[in-house]
């Protein structure tokens, strides 16, 4: 059974830095694509990043190009999303997905398994 587990969220001051992880469980990550997703109220969900499961390639939207990084610790079976120069419309719920297939999309039709979220507060 996949389980993800997200962690990490909470409030930060605009500038600063948070960084989410997604414990992973129940499945070879060689496999699969792993994203985080993040949707703030009133908005569509959007992604924001995504790694190949097989070679770790990471994409990224230009939204957070730059600014946000995704890794992995393949021993723990955790993603990890590093948050820098945060701003507040980054302020949303973050959801971890995953998928199996090695093809990155931000459609979060294509991903079969979800993590509870994490809240990410950017504010003053």
């Known amino acids: 059974q996949v389980h993800l587990v997200e962690s990490g969220g909470g409030l930060v001051q605009p500038g600063g830095s948070l960084r989410l992880s997604c414990a992973a469980s129940?499945?070879?990550?060689?496999?699969?694509?792993v994203a985080w997703f993040r949707q703030a109220p009133g908005k569509e969900r959007e992604g924001v990043s995504c790694?190949?499961?097989?070679?770790?390639?990471?994409y990224y939207p230009d939204s957070v190009k730059g600014r946000f990084t995704l890794s992995r610790d393949s021993a723990k079976n955790t993603v990890y999303l590093q948050m820098n120069s945060l701003k507040p419309e980054d302020t949303a719920v973050y959801y971890c997905?995953?998928?199996?297939?090695?093809?990155?999309?931000?459609?979060?039709?294509?991903?079969?398994?979800w993590g509870q979220g994490t809240q990410v507060t950017v504010s003053s």
């Open positions: 997905a995953t998928k199996r297939s090695l093809s990155c999309t931000f459609s979060g039709n294509y991903y079969n398994y």
């Open positions: 790694m190949r499961g097989n070679d770790g390639s990471t």
């Open positions: 129940g499945f070879t990550p060689d496999y699969y694509t």
